[in-house]
């Protein structure tokens, strides 16, 4: 016997969030590009409709009309297939993370795993482009993408590892609900939130750490043989990412849903925003490390800083009990 | 670690400042009378074409876009027959604002030359001559130069004695 009312909620849920996703990754392109230029005393896009919100659509016409263009140098298949991989590999991220009670497309106990597997896909995407493209530009963006992903990865899993000895589960919901019961997870895990947030944003290859793609130096990097639609899918592809990285920020450390006064919606969708514009200033105001820092940093201080968290929650938690 | 947080906050409060873009078409603004913008032709002050056709800007022009032709009218100045700039190849460099011995030519601050056609970047001496004297209010090159024209005989200029006679010289 099918329950018609909860597989239409089901549904109304994985369309809601596919399409709301898509939407809000889109719109922060003119978000991004507004904020960048109040923090640069410039005004951003302002003239296509109402505070040139209707500068996405226009860019979209735009990028759908331009030729579709595949390399004769490339290896066809793979440069077709990489941009769909970052593309799937994030939107399925949306699927574990619970935006309301009850507001959640799957809820697997696992989600947690789950998210940093799919963020681990993310790096063929990255890779297989720049390998395929079959240009040196975009196979030193590949290389130095795979190297920084991969380095980042490993702190980021475990950085996170604090908060599930916290709340003893993998599940995001049952973290939120520990979270809504007790005190968020930032003032206990305040170092495992800085190095998640440090992680996330090389994860995502945001600006401080856009070495694969570090325009002055690699032209674009891993995306510099893509136009048309499939570059639009990497550059969505990364709008994605930020806002995923800035919803997973909240559910884990700030309590996701939980607040009072407001709808627990509102309350996730304010969090995240916060967080969204942090990146952004980010972006903004930090000027890129070299590739050794980077490498030095990441390998050399923040992996053993988070293992050292991991060892004094542990520790704690194991004399508190 | 701290520097990093403190750009962070020099760059965040940069979002309460006013914004120094300058809406260009719809907020006008005034650029300095010196601006490097179209080029024009001015007159002098009795309202005669300064321009003797004397081909110095054509000569300092880097890229080759005036080109003019000489010739003299009915009291003996020189102006030039035609005078044409094409404002497709000018780069608004200036230098034949400075070759130009007379003030004739000189650049202005309008800068928002715009045409449908190519052809209609090339600027004939009609469109480029204007009823003023530019930046210069008071110079007059026939006035102080010591060149017969009609109406203005040898030694009739100003800072200028009259001729002598060479041979009420000889011992």
Redesign the interface.
């Known amino acids: 016997m099918i329950d018609w009312a909860d597989t239409v909620w089901r549904l109304f849920t994985v369309f809601a969030v596919l399409i709301g996703a898509l939407l809000v990754a889109a719109g922060l392109i003119w978000v991004e590009r507004r904020l960048l230029?109040?923090?640069?005393?410039?005004?951003g896009p302002n003239v296509v409709g109402p505070f040139g919100t209707l500068q996405v659509v226009a860019d979209m016409v735009k990028i759908f009309t331009k030729e579709d263009w595949v390399p004769p140098f490339a290896d066809k298949s793979v440069f077709v297939l990489a941009p769909t991989i970052i593309m799937a590999a994030v939107l399925l991220s949306f699927a574990v993370i619970p935006f309301a009670p009850g507001f959640q497309v799957v809820n697997l106990n696992v989600g947690l795993l789950f998210f940093l597997a799919m963020s681990s896909m993310g790096v063929y995407s990255v890779v297989l482009g720049g390998w395929s493209s079959n240009s040196k530009y975009s196979l030193l963006g590949g290389v130095r993408a795979a190297a920084q992903m991969l380095s980042y990865e490993v702190f980021m899993g475990l950085s996170l590892m604090g908060v599930v000895l916290l709340a003893g589960s993998f599940d995001l919901a049952t973290i939120v609900d520990a979270q809504a019961r007790g005190i968020w997870y930032v003032v206990p895990q305040i170092v495992g939130f800085v190095v998640f947030l440090i992680a996330g944003s090389a994860e995502t290859r945001r600006l401080p750490f856009d070495l694969p793609e570090a325009e002055s130096e690699l032209v674009a990097g891993f995306h510099a043989e893509y136009s048309g639609m499939k570059f639009g899918m990497f550059y969505v592809g990364e709008y994605l990412g930020i806002t995923l990285l800035s919803a997973m920020i909240a559910t884990l450390f700030f309590g996701g849903w939980s607040g009072p006064l407001l709808p627990p919606f509102l309350w996730f969708v304010v969090k995240a925003a916060f967080f969204v514009g942090l990146f952004i200033?980010?972006r903004?105001?930090?000027p890129r490390p070299r590739y050794d820092q980077l490498m030095a940093w990441g390998w050399k201080f923040l992996l053993p800083l988070s293992l050292l968290n991991l060892l004094v929650t542990g520790a704690v938690i194991l004399a508190m009990a | 670690m701290f520097s990093l947080l403190r750009t962070l906050w020099l760059v965040f409060k940069h979002a309460f400042s006013p914004r120094i873009t300058v809406r260009y078409p719809q907020q006008v603004f005034t650029l300095p009378p010196r601006w490097r913008g179209r080029i024009i032709l001015s007159r002098d002050p009795d309202g005669q074409e300064r321009c003797v056709a004397c081909y110095l800007c054509a000569v300092a022009c880097p890229v080759n876009c005036i080109s003019l032709q000489a010739t003299e009218d009915e009291t003996g100045r020189r102006i030039p027959a035609f005078f044409r700039v094409n404002f497709s190849r000018c780069i608004f460099c200036g230098y034949c604002e400075e070759a130009c011995p007379t003030y004739a030519i000189q650049l202005t601050p309008d800068f928002d030359l715009s045409e449908y056609r190519r052809p209609n970047m090339v600027y004939e001496k009609e469109d480029l001559l204007i009823s003023g004297p530019g930046k210069y209010h008071d110079y007059n090159y026939w006035r102080v130069a010591g060149v017969k024209v009609g109406g203005k005989d040898k030694g009739e200029a100003e800072n200028e004695m009259p001729p002598v006679d060479v041979r009420t010289l000889l011992p």
């Open positions: 230029a109040l923090f640069q005393n410039r005004y200033l980010l903004g105001s930090l």
